[in-house]
């Protein structure tokens, strides 16, 4: 017997959807569409609606206004169990008394499937997670990330319309966790499955995702590809929030064509202006775009090296400037700048001027 893992994957559409508990609103008239076999992260702070919003795709939690569509079907009022989702905890929710075969086929055996027909499609799904030969194992005999594929096999074999991750890395130590989330991605894309990834880790969201939803107090505050929010953020939240950003105060000289020319602590720059006018503006600047050099009498900007820390592959350094202190990942690691060095400082690359700047 075999099983088409993936084929039945649906879309997810949020139209206006708001969930309040008593006078306390978690999610805020949210709007948004996943299409059937893609990987969207839900990413932002605690307390910011997103595991509240995961928890209303799976029907654990009922909308308090808006509509919610699987595929063609509004389900917005459909309990868990008459949804066709499966959801992956971050605590994995395995019972400890059970074999690992037990775990995976248990879906089956409590619907009434015979036991062989079951743990026939449970061992297709151990083998697809990378786990043949490990059935007779309890899980307190598998690593954490062992125990992780064990969790996302159970919920694979039940072949759902969606599959729903909340914060499925956190129990894991960070060299565990990049190799789990590759296996994620891995099963997501050869399988084609539609898959809906709860994340407060920014890293996690950028590698795993074809596109990200960010949150902030109940609402979203931006969504898109992992490259739209790194290089082009929509405000100073989604800048700060995802990955590291130096946040300075420039002025925009002037703007023709879409091109605004900025002037960063003396160093012109031109980026796209995002609807700016001329005047004082926010930019986000990325450390890996702060370029170091050697300092002359022509250097529009002279910094001087507060900080600086070997991380094996890379340097990283806090540079004052007038400008403002600039964070800085230098990949040349030799020869490493001294603190106190002067260093002259340009800019390359990941540069976004903030729309509606404060």
Partial sequence: MTMSFGSRAASVTFEGVTKA??????????????????????????????????????????????????????????????????MVFQSYALFPHMTVLENVSYGFVVTGMAKAEAWERAEQGLTLVGLTGYGDRLPSELSGGQQQRVAVARALVLEPQVLLFDEPLSNLDAKLRRRVREEIREIQQSLGLTVVYVTHDQEEALAVSDRIIVMRNAEIAQEGTPRDLYERPADLFVADFIGDANLLDVDILRVADGVAVVLIGGVEAEL???????????????????????PSPNSPLVGTIEKAAYLGNHLEYQVSTPAGDLFVIDPQVEPAR???ASVAVGFGGKLALIPHAD
Avoid at 64 to 80: C, F, K, N, S
Avoid at 285 to 292: A, D, K, Y
């Fill in 338 to 340: 001294s603190v106190g």
């Fill in 272 to 294: 796209p202006s995002r609807g700016l006018s001329p005047g004082p503006a926010k930019i986000a600047i990325r450390p890996e775009s702060v370029l170091l050099g050697e």
């Fill in 21 to 86: 508990f008593g006078e306390v609103v978690a999610v805020r008239d949210v709007s948004f569409e996943i299409a059937a076999g893609s990987l969207v992260t839900l990413l932002g702070p605690s307390g910011c609606g997103k595991t509240t919003t995961l928890r209303m795709v799976a029907g654990l939690e009922m909308a308090t206004g808006g509509r919610i569509l699987i595929g063609d079907e509004d389900v917005t009022m459909l309990p868990a169990t008459d949804r066709d989702v499966c």
